[in-house]
């Protein structure tokens, strides 16, 4: 777990583009509340529109049971790793070209940074 950690600091700080953020977790729920809600659950075993995020820091891509996902994303071969889950964020048709999610994606790295700090405390 020690070692998951110290690998996601040094990818929040390659994804804040070499400045120095510390991404805060707290901030993370907030962002999540405004942008990801509507559709994900943090609930484990609680799915809506999309899956449920608890855990989701490593998981395989497209392997929550009873989720329709796109063959674009059961085959996009995607662990969610922070860097993965920050280039999702960013621009979901880009990252998942043919993937179902309808969120245009959140530009602001400081808060991609924060909402991922807050993902990772799911588990």
């Not at 820091?57 to 662990?79: E, F, L, N, W």
């Not at 979901?92 to 400081?110: E, S, T």
Request: hydrophobic fraction near 40%; charged fraction near 25%.
């Amino acid at each position: 777990m020690k070692t998951t950690r110290s690998i996601l600091a040094a990818l929040l700080l390659a994804v804040s583009g070499g400045h120095a953020l510390a991404a805060d977790a707290k901030h993370g729920a907030d962002v999540f509340a405004e942008n990801c809600a509507e559709c994900h659950s943090v609930k484990e075993g609680k799915n809506k529109k999309g899956p449920s995020l608890f855990g989701v820091v490593g998981r395989k891509a497209g392997t929550v049971p009873d989720v329709a996902y796109s063959d674009a994303m059961k085959q996009s071969g995607i662990s969610w790793t922070p860097d993965k889950i920050d280039a999702y964020v960013t621009d979901p048709r880009k990252a998942v070209p043919g993937g179902k999610m309808k969120f245009d994606g959140l530009p602001n790295a400081a808060e991609r940074a924060d909402l991922i700090a807050y993902l990772s405390t799911l588990h």
